[in-house]
């Protein structure tokens, strides 16, 4: 014979009003979006925006937050050449001033920023976008030269 489980109170019930994962499709769009990994358009803005933040932060002076928005190769490669800590070593950097984003084309987890005065390669990492290359200038036929980039 099957033992019976006897049941200890009235079944559990949820809060009236409550829905298990109503929440869960606006949170993932709010987290896809501010990742940069929503559409295109998603992408290219928030590539934009990380651009024109490390242009201000070269322009302004503010190396550590420059070295905050950099990819970590590029950093690392910036402190192993110049052997100093990344901000010190980008204070020595002669990046041009750049303003006003002219373009942005991305293309999975790769963006290039068209600035005036610059254009920066950007990467999608975990933590956002972050900035691959800067002082880049267009060589006909040839890839983009850059003053700063990773390995």
Known sequence: MLARRQLKGPPRRRPAGRRPWCGLPLVAAVV??????????????????????????????????????????????????????????????????????????????????RMTGDTLFLSLFTAGWKVVAAGCTPRPERPYDCLLKGA
């Open 32 to 113: 896809l979006a501010a990742s940069g990994c929503g559409g295109p358009a998603a992408r290219e803005d928030a590539a934009a925006a990380v651009g024109a933040a490390f242009a201000a932060a070269v322009t302004a002076g503010d190396h550590v937050r420059a070295c905050a928005l950099l990819a970590p190769q590029t950093r690392q490669e910036l402190e192993q050449n110049e052997r100093k800590n990344c901000p010190s070593a980008f204070a020595s950097q002669e990046l041009p001033r750049a303003r006003g984003v002219r373009g942005v084309e991305a293309y999975g987890r790769q963006a290039m920023v």
